[in-house]
């Protein structure tokens, strides 16, 4: 018997899938993690395996990942699906390096542990605070390389403005009614055009392949 929970019924809402990252490792968040005391300290999340989310009704937003203690070699694909949260653990890991871009889009990260070997990403000048607890290192603070005045500042082009993009991240964003290479280019976006030029090349393309495989299955 089919119960309201699981009625395939035409038009019924579905929760979004919860991120893929939560399940990396098992359990909830460890006890003593800087996310279960995070989770701890508020009354409005839940633990989802490693994640801890905003409680509701549907799946709320992700704050915090507990990846402590996973047996990481590298920092997972699925780590972006995590671009929300506030707090991140990723120490007790065999984790050599922290590429550059592996937290692009963390714009919401305050608190970050990582092994100590390894340093904050963005360097410290990207955090207000950076210290050492045994075999931890604690990034705390994000700050705001747009405006930091300790050598983070990054210069976008004319007509554009700078927005923070992750820890010592940033992007050029267009101001109104710029766009285009270095947001050179006045007016609203030609969408009518962009369209039919993108149109004209994917049909020639298609009738390009179409010919050759043509030709080849004529080809005894």
């Given at each position: 018997?089919l119960?309201?929970?699981?009625?395939?019924c035409?038009?019924?809402?579905?929760?979004?899938?919860p991120?893929?990252?939560c399940g990396?490792?098992?359990?909830?968040?460890r006890?003593g993690s800087i996310?279960?005391?995070?989770?701890?300290?508020?009354?409005?999340?839940?633990?989802?395996?490693r994640?801890?989310?905003?409680?509701?009704?549907?799946?709320?937003?992700?704050?915090?990942?507990?990846?402590s203690?996973?047996?990481?070699?590298?920092?997972?694909?699925?780590?972006?699906?995590?671009?929300?949260?506030?707090?991140?653990d990723?120490?007790?890991?065999?984790?050599t390096?922290?590429?550059s871009?592996?937290?692009?889009?963390?714009?919401?990260l305050?608190?970050?542990?990582?092994?100590?070997t390894?340093?904050?990403?963005?360097?410290?000048?990207?955090?207000?605070?950076v210290?050492?607890?045994?075999s931890?290192?604690?990034?705390?603070?994000?700050?705001n390389?747009?405006?930091?005045?300790?050598?983070?500042?990054?210069?976008c082009p004319?007509?554009?403005?700078?927005?923070?993009?992750?820890?010592?991240?940033?992007?050029?964003?267009?101001?109104?009614?710029?766009h285009g290479y270095?947001?050179?280019?006045?007016?609203?976006?030609?969408m009518?055009?962009?369209?039919?030029?993108l149109?004209?090349?994917?049909?020639?393309?298609?009738?390009?392949?179409?010919?050759?495989?043509?030709?080849?299955a004529k080809?005894?």
């Amino acid at each position: 018997m089919l119960g309201s929970r699981g009625c395939p019924c035409a038009g019924a809402a579905q929760a979004p899938r919860p991120p893929q990252v939560c399940g990396l490792c098992p359990g909830p968040p460890r006890n003593g993690s800087i996310v279960a005391r995070f989770c701890e300290s508020r009354h409005d999340t839940e633990s989802d395996g490693r994640c801890c989310r905003e409680r509701g009704p549907t799946t709320g937003q992700l704050l915090g990942l507990d990846l402590s203690n996973c047996s990481l070699h590298s920092v997972p694909p699925g780590l972006a699906e995590a671009s929300t949260a506030m707090v991140l653990d990723l120490t007790e890991n065999p984790l050599t390096t922290l590429p550059s871009g592996s937290f692009l889009g963390f714009i919401h990260l305050q608190n970050l542990t990582v092994p100590l070997t390894l340093q904050c990403p963005g360097g410290s000048d990207a955090w207000r605070n950076v210290t050492v607890d045994r075999s931890s290192r604690l990034c705390q603070g994000q700050r705001n390389p747009c405006n930091s005045s300790v050598g983070l500042a990054w210069p976008c082009p004319e007509n554009s403005v700078c927005a923070p993009d992750g820890p010592g991240l940033v992007q050029c964003l267009c101001d109104s009614p710029f766009h285009g290479y270095k947001c050179l280019r006045e007016g609203p976006f030609p969408m009518l055009l962009f369209g039919g030029i993108l149109g004209t090349v994917t049909v020639s393309l298609s009738l390009l392949l179409w010919g050759t495989q043509r030709r080849k299955a004529k080809t005894p």
